[in-house]
């Protein structure tokens, strides 16, 4: 082989290394920030006394809410026992953006995947990161939205199409409970 010739196919496979370890640096780095399966995802701190529960009006969930450290943290709380069971989990955290708080709710939940013959309904349980927004946050209500689905792939645990929809929060027990700390 000629010297010209071996010098450009060690530059071919320098290049095709060197851009074969920039794809795994990458893909490492976006992996590193889902959640992995079979076990709980990341670590989420433990709410303080002073949390104050707030009820979904839009779908019954409670959530124990409070803020530490220039975070927004709010924790699903009447989960089923069948859901429970499974260990099911609603988690969010935000960070205060100007007047709202933008953040993103891990959930650990089971997913509508279709019906078998008999017409039951069948489901994957699946860890899915979403976006969320808290547009206002008072005393005695909370506004803002969530991100939903229109079609998800249980094959691959995947929202398809998502949809911004909107919620109200509102005190579970009415009372001057702080919801920061």
Same mark, same amino acid.
């Given at each position: 082989?000629?010297?010209?010739?071996?010098?450009?196919?060690? *530059? =071919?496979?320098?290049?095709?290394?060197?851009?074969?370890? =920039? $794809?795994? =640096?990458?893909?490492? /780095? #976006?992996?590193?920030?889902?959640? +992995?399966?079979?076990? &709980?995802? %990341?670590?989420?701190?433990?709410?303080?006394?002073?949390? *104050?529960?707030? @009820?979904?009006? !839009?779908?019954? +969930?409670?959530? @124990?809410?409070?803020?530490?450290?220039?975070? =927004?943290?709010?924790?699903?709380?009447?989960?089923?026992?069948?859901l429970a069971q499974g260990g099911a989990y609603i988690r969010t955290e935000c960070?205060? $953006?100007? !007047?709202?708080?933008?953040?993103?709710?891990?959930?650990?939940?089971? #997913?509508?995947? %279709?019906?078998?013959?008999?017409? +039951?309904?069948?489901?994957?349980?699946?860890?899915?990161?979403? &976006?969320?927004? #808290?547009? @206002?946050?008072? /005393?005695?209500?909370?506004?803002?939205? /969530?991100? %939903?689905? @229109? *079609?998800?792939?249980?094959? *691959?645990? +995947?929202?398809?199409?998502?949809?911004? &929809?909107? #919620?109200?929060?509102?005190? &579970?027990d009415p009372g001057p409970v702080p919801i920061q700390r």
């Amino acid at each position: 082989m000629k010297a010209g010739r071996v010098e450009d196919l060690v *530059r =071919l496979w320098t290049a095709v290394f060197t851009a074969g370890i =920039l $794809v795994l =640096l990458v893909s490492g /780095a #976006f992996a590193a920030g889902q959640a +992995k399966p079979g076990g &709980k995802a %990341g670590q989420f701190p433990a709410p303080p006394a002073a949390a *104050r529960v707030w @009820r979904s009006q !839009t779908t019954g +969930k409670e959530y @124990r809410v409070w803020i530490e450290n220039e975070r =927004l943290h709010a924790e699903w709380t009447n989960v089923p026992a069948e859901l429970a069971q499974g260990g099911a989990y609603i988690r969010t955290e935000c960070q205060r $953006v100007g !007047t709202r708080w933008i953040g993103s709710s891990q959930t650990y939940l089971p #997913f509508p995947c %279709g019906t078998t013959e008999n017409g +039951k309904r069948v489901g994957k349980w699946c860890r899915v990161l979403t &976006k969320i927004e #808290f547009r @206002r946050v008072e /005393a005695d209500r909370i506004t803002g939205s /969530a991100e %939903g689905y @229109r *079609r998800f792939d249980c094959e *691959r645990c +995947k929202i398809v199409e998502s949809v911004m &929809k909107d #919620f109200v929060w509102t005190p &579970k027990d009415p009372g001057p409970v702080p919801i920061q700390r």
